[in-house]
């Protein structure tokens, strides 16, 4: 198992000292950090993650190895790093195929083992978010991932149609801004055609549909102004909506709503989410840096979270427009919120 020493360097200057089982590739991004206890091919194979830099707070890492590449949530590691405290490179699972060490050496990322990240999160968490670098052979500049439009780089360039194998005359469009795979199979499951549909998709260009899902992605929402300008037009043609994470601040946005960028986001498995009007809290998979911050005209709250009351859904009046800020879909879980598909495709 071949190893080397690294560093990360925080942009306030704090430097911790580590070992690097990952490529000896540097990288730049924000520094992030993940508070669930299991789960990490489908987080680090996410493409919300791109740009960022980020630590799992579960101490031991790698002990179940890599599934095959038809469990990930993409075709690639898409954190720019990732930090964990114990590496285990001795995995014992049925499914593994490699350990975590040779699949980031594979994919050219650093996997930096530091000690002491409860302080590190900590230090995140009293002081809010933070961009930061690993240092391996040589040194780079820091790198804001919230400056530049990441669904771009992740969006697919052509539309592909995926069928049930039941066949289906329901057909949903997905706006794909970086979609965790698992989303297309939530629809396929419940008996849908999905045409998934780059982030720049022209309305002129869209075949006939049923409904519409604007996926989870990267980055700032309010620099995806295509995404937003296409909701926009499918918002008045009144078909049913559902929004994803990105897909909720997205379509809160084009709806005449804002978001903003949080102290230091949601990302776990266990974030839990109040129903608005009810006491039923549901436990969800959460990975997001920004909120929806006002609710636009005619919607109101479906669900907020209960640490800090961030808006965490919303849900039209009148109209079949709905929106989440977690992720129904369950990878790597909890299925608590599973039923909401089934709320969107019983108003197809």
Same mark, same amino acid.
């Given at each position: 198992?071949?190893?080397?020493?690294?560093?990360?360097?925080?942009?306030?200057?704090?430097?911790?000292?580590?070992?690097?089982?990952?490529?000896?590739?540097?990288?730049?991004?924000?520094?992030?950090?993940?508070?669930?206890?299991?789960?990490?091919?489908?987080?680090?194979?996410?493409?919300?993650?791109?740009?960022?830099?980020?630590?799992?707070?579960?101490?031991?890492?790698?002990?179940?190895?890599?599934?095959?590449?038809?469990?990930?949530?993409?075709?690639?590691?898409?954190?720019?790093?990732?930090?964990?405290?114990?590496?285990?490179?001795?995995?014992?699972?049925?499914?593994?195929?490699?350990?975590?060490?040779?699949?980031?050496?594979?994919?050219?990322?650093?996997?930096?083992?530091?000690?002491?990240?409860?302080?590190?999160?900590?230090?995140?968490?009293?002081?809010?978010?933070?961009?930061?670098?690993?240092?391996?052979?040589?040194?780079?500049?820091?790198?804001?991932?919230?400056?530049?439009?990441?669904?771009?780089?992740?969006?697919?360039?052509?539309?592909?149609?995926?069928?049930?194998?039941?066949?289906?005359?329901?057909? /949903?469009?997905? $706006?794909?801004? *970086?979609? =965790?795979?698992?989303?297309? &199979? +939530?629809?396929?499951?419940? @008996?849908?055609?999905? %045409?998934?549909?780059?982030?720049?998709?022209?309305?002129?260009?869209?075949?006939?549909?049923?409904?519409?899902?604007?996926?989870?992605?990267?980055?700032?929402?309010?620099?995806?102004?295509?995404?937003?300008?296409?909701?926009?037009?499918?918002?008045?043609?009144?078909?049913?909506?559902?929004?994803?994470?990105?897909?909720?601040?997205?379509?809160?946005?084009?709806?005449?709503?804002?978001?903003?960028?949080?102290?230091?986001?949601?990302?776990?498995?266990?974030?839990?989410?109040?129903?608005?009007?009810?006491?039923?809290?549901?436990?969800?998979?959460?990975?997001?840096?920004?909120? /929806?911050?006002? $609710?636009?005209? *005619?919607? =109101?709250?479906?669900?907020? &979270? +209960?640490?800090?009351?961030? @808006?965490?859904?919303? %849900?039209?009046?009148?109209?079949?427009?709905?929106?989440?800020?977690?992720?129904?879909?369950?990878?790597?879980?909890?299925?608590?919120?599973?039923?909401?598909?089934?709320?969107?495709?019983?108003?197809?």
């Amino acid at each position: 198992m071949s190893q080397e020493n690294a560093r990360l360097i925080l942009e306030d200057g704090t430097v911790f000292e580590g070992v690097n089982f990952g490529a000896s590739n540097s990288t730049a991004g924000e520094v992030v950090f993940s508070t669930g206890m299991m789960g990490y091919p489908e987080s680090l194979t996410d493409p919300s993650y791109t740009g960022q830099i980020l630590i799992l707070t579960y101490p031991l890492v790698g002990n179940y190895g890599v599934p095959d590449r038809k469990f990930w949530e993409s075709n690639q590691i898409c954190v720019s790093g990732l930090i964990v405290c114990s590496y285990n490179d001795t995995p014992s699972h049925f499914q593994s195929t490699q350990t975590l060490a040779q699949w980031f050496k594979d994919e050219k990322v650093p996997l930096l083992e530091i000690k002491d990240t409860r302080f590190l999160t900590q230090k995140i968490r009293d002081k809010g978010m933070m961009l930061g670098k690993i240092v391996c052979k040589k040194n780079i500049n820091f790198y804001n991932p919230d400056n530049e439009n990441l669904v771009s780089k992740v969006s697919p360039i052509k539309t592909k149609i995926h069928s049930p194998k039941v066949n289906s005359r329901r057909r /949903v469009l997905l $706006i794909d801004c *970086g979609a =965790k795979r698992n989303i297309q &199979n +939530a629809l396929l499951e419940r @008996n849908v055609s999905v %045409i998934q549909i780059p982030w720049d998709a022209s309305i002129q260009e869209l075949p006939p549909f049923d409904g519409v899902v604007i996926s989870n992605g990267p980055g700032n929402p309010k620099l995806v102004k295509e995404t937003i300008q296409l909701v926009q037009q499918l918002l008045k043609v009144g078909k049913p909506i559902l929004g994803v994470c990105l897909g909720h601040q997205l379509l809160a946005l084009a709806a005449g709503g804002d978001t903003n960028k949080l102290r230091y986001g949601h990302r776990s498995q266990n974030q839990p989410c109040l129903m608005t009007g009810s006491r039923r809290c549901f436990i969800t998979t959460q990975n997001h840096g920004f909120a /929806v911050s006002k $609710i636009p005209s *005619g919607f =109101k709250p479906w669900f907020t &979270n +209960a640490n800090d009351n961030t @808006n965490e859904g919303i %849900i039209h009046s009148k109209l079949p427009f709905m929106s989440v800020q977690f992720h129904p879909e369950a990878t790597p879980g909890p299925a608590d919120t599973e039923w909401v598909f089934d709320e969107f495709i019983a108003r197809l």
